[in-house]
Nanobody
Framework: QVQLVESGGGLVQAGGSLRLSCVAS????????MGWFRQAPGKERDFVAA????????YYADSVKGRFAISRDNAKNTVTLQMNSLKPEDTAVYYC?????????????????WGQGTQVTVSS
């Protein structure tokens, strides 16, 4: 079992930046990957970015490539999502997710553990 706690959301103007953090606790040593997803009102939860805990390979949704960066600190069991050049369409609740298994990094059903979410609002 692993527990995830996100922080860092808030309100920012278009073009601004925010940094989200996710701290994992519990059985973290065997996690294979951690990721970020987001869900806007009335929409499905969508993949944003993921990072492998071993090796550090990263994966991004096309909509955030070049603007967002995911990183990890295994010693602190923390994953960070740096979000730059934010757009109003980035407004959503952002969720941290973790998994022990292998498979597609962009599928929500591949992740067994989720945080409570943090709101990101980008004003135009």
């Amino acid at each position: 079992q692993v527990q995830l706690v996100e922080s860092g959301g808030g309100l920012v103007q278009a073009g601004g930046s925010l940094r989200l953090s996710c701290v994992a606790s519990g059985r973290t040593f065997s996690l294979s990957a951690m990721g970020w997803f987001r869900q806007a009102p009335g929409k499905e939860r969508d993949f944003v970015a993921a990072i492998r805990t071993s090796g550090g390979s990263t994966y991004y949704a096309d909509s955030v490539k070049g603007r967002f960066a995911i990183s990890r600190d295994n010693a602190k069991n923390t994953v960070t999502l740096q979000m730059n050049s934010l757009k109003p369409e980035d407004t959503a609740v952002y969720y941290c997710a973790a998994r022990y298994n292998s498979g597609s990094y962009s599928r929500t059903d591949e992740y067994g553990y989720w945080g409570q979410g943090t709101q990101v609002t980008v004003s135009s």
